[in-house]
DNA sequence: AGATGTAATTATGAATTCATAATTCAGTCA
DNA sequence: TGACTGAATTATGAATTCATAATTACATCT
């Protein structure tokens, strides 16, 4: 008989892992927030051993910084690290739109289509929770689509990270414009399964989207100054 | 007074992520071997707790697969694997060199040129293991000049997976050859500070490494079969 | 009042213990 | 002999306990 699908019960310290996540990625951890471990056992009812090893792991990504005898605090993101982040993420965007062009069947291309649609639907009425739905699940999409398991898992460490920043500032007009133009040159470049230029164009997407992130940060902090 | 650096004795968890992530890399512990905590505890000499919390963090990094209520394996390298993790590094390697040619001062530079110097020496006497050295060097050169922690990171995470390789297979002296001449035009262009040029050719040539160590692995199962 | 040294408290690192899932192995039956 | 059953063993997941480092609170002194 063969291998159906392993069923696993997911241990303690793994749901541990995604909660924290998400949290941190969510922003209900704030970037510097010291995480007491005895605060986390008591919010989620479990003992330390599981959510030690969970945090951990959350380290060797880099949303929390451990400290010797002195715990866990939520990593903070300082603009370097933005920086060096997107900078790396495009590179790897770059990788997705040529696998993906290479590894997606008329099917795939024809679903990212639709999702695409949706987001054009969505920015004709402004309606920001359904953009950001539709223009992740194009991304995701198309990660998927690239086929490469490395790819996608480092991407999503590396998205998480910066995630976050989506709570910090909004998306101008002026940028969601761009943006969609850029996504509707994407899909012109799919259909044609040009995955050179696909690629460049993703790359350059996502510095646009850093450069957006960046002038937003820097008006939000005049904002303040005000 | 400002924080001059914070002195931290490492933990004993961290410790053993470190070593065992050697072991891995060292092909110490074979791909698909299980690796029973008990065994390791024995081996350390330390309890299961931080041991285990080691075991979490490799397997984020995907050097050991952890199968719930069944322990912990070292993960074997796939064939495909070996593809999808080079075709990353390779868009890695292509920023490391952009951002090289940008970051690294000329004492960087010169530095860079004495292992190289001293790499092509080792090649003219086939010394291996100074040849090796010389390589890991300049390769390690170029990452912290390129000034970007995160793709440090990730690309010391990646470059673990697949330095088990290396213990695979030997260099052919035709590809070291041409792994020489790569080599010596790296150093024309990084001297130029010619960063898009270097990042191609750094692209390339991992990506010449990854065709190298396929066409070798393929050559060794021939001589298996005979 | 502010600084300094010390005791009390708290939090963390690691070992141990407990519960349970997985594996092994002996015994039974076809 | 060989496949199945179920008890015994072993290994893992998680809670608890213990030791120690870090922090806080307090008293003392200048």
């Known amino acids: 008989m063969n291998q159906i699908e392993t069923l696993?019960?997911?241990?303690?310290?793994?749901?541990?892992?995604?909660?924290?996540?998400?949290?941190?990625?969510?922003?209900?951890?704030?970037?510097?927030?010291?995480?007491?471990?005895?605060?986390?056992?008591?919010?989620?009812?479990?003992?330390?051993?599981?959510?030690?090893e969970a945090l951990k792991v959350l380290a060797s990504e880099g949303l929390v910084i451990l400290q010797t005898n002195r715990g866990a605090r939520v990593a903070e993101v300082t603009q370097e690290e933005l920086e060096n982040t997107f900078a790396v993420i495009a590179m790897l965007e770059q990788l997705v739109g040529e696998l993906a062009c290479q590894n997606l069947d008329d099917a795939g291309i024809a679903h990212i289509q639709k999702r695409h649609d949706a987001m054009i639907k969505a920015f004709g009425v402004r309606d920001l929770q359904a953009y950001f739905k539709a223009n992740q699940d194009i991304h995701n999409a198309l990660i998927e689509g690239a086929g490469n398991d490395i790819l996608e898992s480092h991407h999503r460490m590396l998205a998480a990270r910066v995630r976050r920043a989506r709570f910090m500032v909004n998306l101008s007009d002026e940028r969601w414009q761009q943006a969609i133009e850029e996504h509707e040159k994407m899909m012109v470049l799919l259909r044609a399964r040009d995955g050179q230029s696909l690629g460049r164009l993703m790359k350059i997407h996502m510095l646009n989207k850093y450069d957006a992130l960046v002038k937003a940060l820097a008006a939000a902090e005049d904002d303040l100054a005000n």
């Open 8 to 52: 696993r019960r997911p241990t303690l310290h793994e749901e541990l892992v995604e909660r924290l996540r998400n949290m941190v990625v969510e922003d209900a951890l704030k970037p510097g927030e010291k995480v007491p471990e005895k605060d986390l056992c008591e919010a989620f009812g479990v003992s330390r051993t599981p959510l030690r």
